[in-house]
């Protein structure tokens, strides 16, 4: 049996500037777990019910993140991507200079890189750390370290 036997074929995306009420909505209507993410035709991202849950949860009710929490995250994931930590499996919120991370690292030495350069982006005021190692089994199955 191969991929193409057991995927989705019409499959439901969103575009990066949408609101995530809208996307939330979206789940709920399609009863799906997650939507791939395009700009310009091309898959930037996937987000899932519980990325989701953290985005809205990190933020005022009716507030869209200011400006300098958008420009403050960016800056931390680029801190981690430079740090050579996989993004593949996290998920970054930043909300008034708070930095939350959830998801998984392929090593205790990754998670260790991610928040020591989270950390050290100015601008962060603290990190909130919710970041699993991934077990050797699994590593070994994902091609990790």
């Known amino acids: 049996m191969l991929a193409k036997d057991v995927m989705t ?58 400006a300098t929490d958008r420009a403050l995250r960016a800056r931390v994931i680029e801190a981690i991507r430079g740090a050579g930590v996989d993004q593949a499996l996290l998920t970054v919120v930043v909300s008034k200079g708070v930095v939350q991370r959830w998801g998984t690292v392929y090593s205790a030495e990754q998670k260790r890189a991610a928040r020591i350069a989270a950390q050290n982006v100015h601008g962060v005021r603290s990190v909130v750390d919710n970041v699993a190692v991934l077990p050797p089994q699994l590593r070994a199955f994902m091609g990790g370290e």
């Open 9 to 66: 074929r019409d499959v439901i995306t969103v575009g990066d500037r949408i609101p995530l009420e809208r996307i939330a909505t979206l789940l709920e209507r399609q009863r799906i777990k997650r939507v791939p993410v395009v700009r310009g035709g091309k898959l930037v991202g996937i987000v899932s019910r519980a990325s989701l849950l953290r985005g809205l949860a990190a933020r005022k009710p009716g507030r869209a993140p200011a």
